[in-house]
């Protein structure tokens, strides 16, 4: 009984290390995907017309997966956002709707009156490393002014 318990907990361990992604596959509806991920975070109309639904872990996750959906409503894409190349990507001048498109919402939103910016905060990982990235916009309506990546202080480790 005792081998059986420890491996019973062993895996339930494993499983809270390991980020929940259900697999979606092309092709699939809307009505099915919603079955099995449930509501999505927030929906955004892309500019090509196609839909998408983003499934974020957010705050305190560092995943957000988007799924994208034709006219007809079947799956065309289905991925983790959060990636260095997505922020990469981002070029200064970028609309705050591009950003939203591309990567879902951020965990928080910050603004600061003295430089007239806004901060969207990002948290994700880089491979095995916590991060966390910050959009700089423009106030108001003003563009992509810089991305700033860095580790997330919150998982360093203490100075010894």
């Known amino acids: 009984m005792k081998p059986m318990l420890t491996l019973v907990f062993a895996l339930a361990l494993a499983g809270c290390a390991v980020p929940t992604q259900r697999t979606v ?53 289905y991925a983790q956002v959060l990636t260095r190349q997505n922020f990469d990507s981002l070029a200064q001048g970028a609309s705050r ?6 990567l879902g919402p951020p965990m928080e939103r910050s603004t600061f009156k003295r430089t007239a ?28 002014i810089q991305v700033t990546l860095g580790r997330d202080p919150a998982f360093d480790s203490p100075a010894r």
């Open 117 to 144: 910016t806004e901060a969207w905060t990002y948290r994700w990982k880089d491979g095995t490393f916590e991060m966390l990235a910050d959009v700089i916009f423009g106030a108001g309506n003003g563009g992509l």
């Open 25 to 77: 596959s092309i092709g699939e509806s809307q009505e099915a995907v919603r079955a099995r991920l449930g509501a999505p975070a927030t929906e955004r109309k892309l500019p090509s017309g196609d839909r998408a639904w983003y499934f974020v872990t957010a705050p305190s996750g560092f995943f957000t997966w988007r799924a994208v959906f034709n006219s007809e409503g079947r799956v065309t894409e």
């Open 97 to 102: 709707d591009l950003v939203l498109d591309r």
